[in-house]
């Protein structure tokens, strides 16, 4: 039970930050977007501008672009490691389950053991009884000094 509710609380923390991690990277997309075209400039318009211009702006999109491959391999180095702990709770998980295996196989074991010396023990005591005590029967003098004790 326990480790159920392990697993469903780990389960709730991966989509809660799933979640978040979502809600920031769609954030992050959209001002990337607005301060992007707040920069460019649009193809049509490259008319009538300076050497120098196009420069700085071929300048301006290669920085954009090494900025951007920057996020993805910090991205792709976020998901590695994700992907790495939830490799590690898998594993974590799985010993868990062995050892739960184990132990109720001994614990089974334990009690067979237990059921099979409480079944001796019964059967000693039936044994006793049938052997010693039931097979005695009451002689006269029984029957009479129950006779004379309720008198």
Known sequence: MLNDQLRLAMDTRAAQLAKLEE??????????????KAQRVQPHCWKGITPEQRAAIKKAQEVQRQEKEAQREAER???????????????????????????????????????????????AQQNYLNSIIYTNEPTAQYYLQFNTSSR
């Open 23 to 36: 809600s920031c990277r769609i954030a992050m997309m959209s001002a990337m977007a607005k301060a992007n």
């Open 77 to 123: 180095a976020h998901n590695a490691e994700w992907e790495g702990q939830a490799v590690c709770l898998a594993q974590a998980t799985m010993e868990l389950e062995e050892q739960e295996r184990q132990l109720g196989a001994e614990f089974r074991r334990g009690l067979g053991s237990f059921n099979q010396q409480l079944a001796k023990e019964q059967k």
